[in-house]
């Protein structure tokens, strides 16, 4: 797999980096919408690769992620079972939590019953299905109503973990409060797209028919789930097979006007809503931080030409604004 960095500079105000990550978090890079009139099947010189993953055997991977946070680089490893099995035409996907590391949160080890565990982890350590299509598409959580009472019923106490002084965390219990309630307000559909991160970007990559080496562009929607609108973008990408396996590749660059009035109006929603007794002057300076935000993402993976699933894959988003630079990302790489 091509080398990819994973350097991020954080921004110099740790307020506004963290907001504006978290304002991000749910706009994952997108592999699918970019098709906007897919081929049923492949014409002569072209390949589509067929999603057919093993049934009923565990499947072993390294997720890690990472993001800048108060001007540091923040890593969280863990290791997932991931197993499918047959329902319909399509399938059901089943993630359980081995062990692992947060971004930031390094001194909690992840682990199913750990006594020790914030209230506010809990729900994420238990195993999660999703119904998938048969190309490999995330449809839709199963037992979404039954998960967010869970993860509602501990939000209050995840301010504490974001920000442990107890004076400084006003901004911080607002930001969590606007995601308890949008939590609530998440359909099934958009909570398989927000929780399977970054499975959900990985999944049934290359379904559509393509010409080996030849650079496709599209405009794309990132739908957020978060965002009262979805992110206009331009996508290309392109797929080769440099060995065994093939590689997928794709940048896609989100429109910069669009991106600013939809992340700055996020934002200013939870500053006013954070009781700060002068929200009209920092509200101006970030609109004034935002307004050439620039946000880019980098899409890589290797893909198992038998069965169409990720051997190793990574994206990297970049956000830039005001000449400050920021960013968030991960990795997957199967480990059997």
């Known amino acids: 797999m091509t080398a990819q960095s994973q350097s991020w500079f954080g921004f110099k105000k740790p307020l506004l980096a963290g907001l504006t990550l978290a304002a991000m978090l749910g706009a994952g890079p997108s592999a699918f919408a970019a098709d906007a009139t897919p081929k049923a099947q492949a014409t002569k010189g072209e390949v589509k690769l ?18 800048s946070r108060g001007g540091q680089e923040q890593q969280g490893i863990v290791e997932q079972v991931m197993r499918f099995r047959r329902d319909g035409e399509g399938y059901v996907l089943r993630i359980e939590l081995v062990k692992g590391t947060l971004p930031g949160l390094t001194e909690f080890s992840l682990s199913v019953g750990d006594p020790k565990m914030p209230p506010s982890l809990r729900p ?3 195993p999660m299905e999703y119904d998938v299509g048969a190309d490999g598409e995330v449809l839709r959580m199963r037992d979404w109503d039954a998960l967010k009472g869970k993860i509602g019923a501990g939000m209050k106490d995840m301010v504490a973990l974001i920000e442990p002084d107890e004076a400084k965390r006003a901004p911080a219990a607002a930001m969590i409060e606007k995601m308890a309630a949008g939590f609530q307000q998440l359909t099934p559909e958009q909570a398989a797209q927000l929780f399977l991160k970054p499975w959900a970007t990985f999944l049934g990559l290359g379904r559509n028919p393509r010409e080996p080496g030849e650079w496709y562009e599209a405009d794309i929607e990132l739908d957020t789930g978060i965002f009262p609108m979805p992110l206009p973008a331009t996508s290309r990408m392109r797929l080769t097979r440099p060995a065994a396996v093939f590689h997928w590749e794709q940048h896609t660059q989100m429109d910069p006007k669009a991106a600013s009035e939809a992340i700055t109006s996020y934002l200013e929603t939870m500053i006013r809503a954070s009781g700060d007794k002068a929200p009209e002057g920092k ?29 190793e894959g990574s994206y990297i988003r970049a956000i830039e604004a005001g000449g400050q630079k920021g960013g968030n990302g991960a990795r997957v790489k199967r480990l059997d």
């Open 283 to 311: 509200i101006a300076e970030m609109r004034k931080a935002l307004g050439d935000i620039r946000i880019n993402d980098v899409l890589e993976a290797d893909i198992d030409p038998a069965t169409g699933m990720v051997i």
């Open 50 to 67: 067929t999603f057919a993953p093993p049934l009923d055997q565990p499947m072993r991977y390294e997720v890690s992620t990472l993001r």
């Open 124 to 126: 994420f350590m238990e």
